[in-house]
């Protein structure tokens, strides 16, 4: 009788919000929403792009900071809040107490899996494999300081309401505090020409580790809070959360490297790039549903898929088919993200803010220092590798929003999140920059780094020519199946990839460079005769050509017949 009393109970419930739903929305037509949910994407995306490009034009500051603070200008809780359109009435209002509609957080939502699903592609697992063992402590380190100097702020902190170690806030600030911005990190290294340095590739290395285990430590997370909230801690069910969120990872992501390679076989042949793209982003999206119903976030199934085909010849290729998509919704997701922060919730924990993102600086610059330094790193190197793990970004944000959609963390504690990844975004760069002046960071040289490459450099007389053989050389490259990728440089670089081939096209001057890896040097040598055999045919057969002059005169004369 009670489970048929709950049933009816349900029911009726279920037809109250139906009832109540259609009632709200009976003045409001699906047209008019839809209408007014164009109109914030538009405002969103003018305003979010203008605050990046005034950030990083003009404060030099990353792009990521002027989209949030644009967000937090227009958001329901600043100017959106107060400004009255006529026929729309307020622009951004609160719905249910959250900071933006269900439509434009489920945008927002598919934003961020599109960033965790591209970082996993722009993971290098050559560098994390070759790095792997003082990466994986320099990782640890940063993980286990971080979540345990947040953890230990939010229940020592008095009158905040945070009493116990286990409390959902409190890990959840915890994992918050974990999440490494690998992105900013690489766009300096890319700047100072330190990408390949010992520091460089252990701050790339130890970035995956704390990707990774960050991701798992949030789905770990996710299902204590689920449990504990309102029930106290049972440890049972706790247990076989994390087991899960372990096993899924592993599990997904073994078969995912394994099988990666055959899968991409498979989709090549449908011989068009557009359709294999959104196939394989297709997969991505797949995976995070899956991993929504197993009971983890949605980007750890995003970003497993990205890691799967980081190994394959397509990476390159989804990344620059997907860069306009990037561009666009990637900043309405950090936008809708600062819309999110409550300048009245957070006044209250503004000093607890800003003790939280000094520890958050103390435990990556300590956390992952200290095994830099044990592991053959002086104090120079072990600085720079604490600096380049320092900024949190775009992952604290997702984790923060995360906690915030689903109740775990309220208004202060979300603004107190957004206080500490902006103060560690900003002050990364200046001080990673100001970190590598000086001489080398090795304690002593590290064994079995070096990577057996094959520089093969083509002189000539001017950089138009060497530009024209590059263009040649791509082409035949992608005839013979490469996928050949123009990679974010000021210098012409591009990647070539298939299959375990992989080497760098470099325009330098009046100069091409070929880095190869000495195992296929042949390959690339080969095919780059050719086209200097063609090449030579075709100046040949230029010098038979009509005088350009006379062409020229020719070409006057018939205008002014």
Same mark, same amino acid.
């Given at each position: 009788?009670?489970?048929?009393?709950?049933?009816?109970?349900?029911?009726?419930?279920?037809?109250?919000?139906?009832?109540?739903?259609?009632?709200?929305?009976?003045?409001?037509?699906?047209?008019?929403?839809?209408?007014?949910?164009?109109?914030?994407?538009?405002?969103?995306?003018?305003?979010?792009?203008?605050?990046?490009?005034?950030?990083?034009?003009?404060?030099?500051?990353?792009?990521?900071?002027?989209?949030?603070?644009?967000?937090?200008?227009?958001?329901?809780?600043?100017?959106?809040?107060?400004?009255?359109?006529?026929?729309?009435?307020?622009?951004?209002?609160?719905?249910?107490?959250?900071?933006?509609?269900?439509?434009?957080?489920?945008?927002?939502?598919?934003?961020?899996?599109?960033?965790?699903?591209?970082?996993?592609?722009?993971?290098?697992?050559?560098?994390?494999?070759?790095?792997?063992?003082?990466?994986?402590?320099?990782?640890? *380190?940063?993980?286990?300081?971080?979540?345990?100097?947040?953890?230990?702020?939010?229940?020592?902190?008095?009158?905040?309401?945070?009493?116990?170690?286990?409390?959902?806030?409190?890990?959840?600030?915890?994992?918050?505090?974990?999440?490494?911005? %690998? !992105?900013?990190?690489?766009?300096?290294?890319?700047?100072?020409?330190?990408?390949?340095?010992?520091?460089?590739?252990?701050?790339?290395?130890?970035? %995956?580790?704390?990707?990774?285990?960050?991701?798992?430590?949030?789905?770990?997370?996710? *299902?204590?809070?689920?449990?504990?909230? !309102?029930?106290?801690?049972?440890?049972?069910?706790?247990?076989?959360?994390?087991?899960?969120?372990?096993?899924?990872?592993?599990?997904?992501?073994?078969?995912?490297?394994?099988?990666?390679?055959?899968?991409?076989?498979?989709?090549?042949?449908?011989?068009?790039?557009?359709?294999?793209?959104?196939?394989?982003?297709?997969?991505?999206?797949?995976? $995070? *549903?899956? $991993?929504?119903?197993?009971?983890?976030?949605?980007?750890?199934?995003?970003?497993?898929?990205?890691?799967?085909?980081?190994?394959?010849?397509?990476?390159?290729?989804?990344?620059?088919?997907?860069?306009?998509?990037?561009?666009?919704?990637?900043?309405?997701?950090?936008?809708?993200?600062?819309?999110?922060?409550?300048?009245?919730?957070?006044?209250?924990?503004?000093?607890?803010?800003?003790?939280?993102?000094?520890?958050?600086?103390?435990?990556?610059?300590?956390?992952?220092?200290?095994?830099?330094?044990?592991?053959?790193?002086?104090?120079?190197?072990?600085?720079?590798?604490?600096?380049?793990?320092?900024?949190?970004?775009?992952?604290?944000?997702?984790?923060? *929003?995360?906690?915030?959609?689903?109740?775990?963390?309220?208004?202060?504690?979300?603004?107190?999140?957004?206080?500490?990844?902006?103060?560690?975004?900003?002050?990364?760069?200046?001080?990673?920059?100001?970190?590598?002046?000086?001489?080398?960071?090795?304690?002593?040289?590290?064994?079995?780094?070096?990577?057996?490459?094959?520089?093969?450099?083509?002189?000539?007389?001017?950089?138009?020519?060497?530009?024209?053989?590059?263009?040649?050389?791509?082409?035949?490259?992608?005839?013979?199946?490469?996928?050949?990728?123009?990679?974010?440089?000021?210098?012409?670089?591009?990647?070539?990839?298939?299959?375990?081939?992989?080497?760098?096209?470099? %325009?330098?001057?009046?100069?091409?460079?070929?880095?190869?890896?000495?195992?296929?040097?042949?390959?690339?040598?080969?095919?780059?005769?050719?086209?200097?055999?063609?090449?030579?045919?075709?100046?040949?057969?230029?010098?038979?050509?009509?005088?350009?002059?006379?062409?020229?005169?020719?070409?006057?004369?018939?205008?002014?017949?």
């Amino acid at each position: 009788m009670q489970d048929a009393h709950a049933v009816t109970n349900a029911v009726v419930q279920h037809a109250g919000e139906a009832a109540v739903h259609m009632t709200e929305s009976a003045g409001h037509s699906i047209t008019h929403m839809m209408m007014l949910l164009i109109i914030q994407l538009a405002v969103i995306i003018i305003f979010a792009k203008i605050g990046g490009y005034l950030f990083q034009r003009f404060l030099k500051m990353p792009s990521v900071l002027g989209e949030l603070a644009s967000g937090m200008l227009i958001g329901p809780y600043a100017l959106g809040g107060v400004i009255n359109f006529p026929s729309i009435g307020i622009l951004f209002s609160e719905h249910a107490g959250f900071a933006a509609s269900t439509e434009l957080y489920g945008i927002a939502t598919l934003a961020s899996i599109i960033l965790l699903f591209l970082a996993g592609l722009e993971t290098d697992l050559a560098s994390f494999l070759r790095y792997s063992v003082v990466g994986s402590f320099v990782g640890l *380190g940063g993980l286990f300081a971080a979540f345990i100097l947040g953890d230990l702020c939010a229940v020592l902190w008095p009158g905040n309401g945070i009493d116990s170690f286990m409390d959902p806030a409190a890990l959840f600030l915890g994992v918050i505090s974990v999440a490494t911005s %690998v !992105g900013i990190t690489a766009r300096i290294l890319a700047e100072k020409r330190k990408m390949s340095s010992p520091e460089g590739v252990t701050i790339l290395a130890g970035a %995956v580790f704390d990707d990774v285990f960050g991701i798992i430590s949030l789905a770990i997370v996710m *299902g204590m809070a689920k449990v504990s909230m !309102g029930s106290g801690v049972a440890w049972g069910p706790i247990c076989l959360i994390a087991l899960k969120a372990i096993g899924f990872f592993v599990i997904v992501t073994a078969t995912g490297l394994i099988f990666s390679r055959k899968i991409t076989a498979m989709i090549k042949r449908f011989k068009s790039k557009e359709i294999i793209v959104a196939i394989c982003f297709g997969l991505a999206l797949l995976l $995070a *549903g899956l $991993a929504e119903m197993a009971g983890l976030a949605m980007i750890i199934g995003a970003y497993i898929m990205g890691l799967a085909l980081s190994r394959t010849d397509l990476s390159h290729e989804i990344e620059h088919h997907l860069e306009g998509i990037y561009n666009i919704l990637v900043p309405i997701f950090f936008c809708v993200m600062g819309m999110m922060v409550d300048f009245a919730a957070m006044k209250p924990v503004l000093i607890f803010g800003s003790v939280y993102s000094v520890l958050a600086i103390v435990s990556k610059v300590v956390g992952c220092g200290l095994p830099a330094y044990m592991m053959r790193f002086n104090v120079r190197g072990s600085l720079r590798i604490g600096l380049g793990m320092l900024p949190r970004g775009e992952v604290a944000l997702i984790v923060a *929003g995360i906690g915030l959609a689903s109740g775990i963390i309220d208004q202060g504690i979300f603004g107190v999140a957004i206080m500490m990844t902006v103060v560690t975004t900003m002050l990364a760069p200046p001080l990673l920059v100001k970190s590598f002046e000086g001489g080398s960071g090795l304690r002593k040289e590290m064994a079995g780094v070096d990577i057996d490459v094959e520089v093969i450099e083509l002189e000539f007389p001017s950089l138009d020519i060497a530009e024209f053989l590059l263009s040649r050389f791509i082409r035949a490259l992608q005839a013979e199946e490469f996928f050949v990728h123009r990679l974010h440089t000021d210098q012409p670089t591009y990647r070539v990839l298939k299959d375990d081939i992989s080497f760098t096209l470099i %325009v330098d001057d009046n100069k091409l460079q070929v880095s190869v890896p000495t195992a296929h040097h042949h390959v690339a040598r080969m095919i780059l005769l050719e086209e200097l055999l063609s090449l030579t045919d075709l100046l040949e057969s230029s010098r038979q050509m009509k005088a350009v002059d006379e062409m020229g005169t020719d070409l006057m004369n018939g205008l002014f017949a």
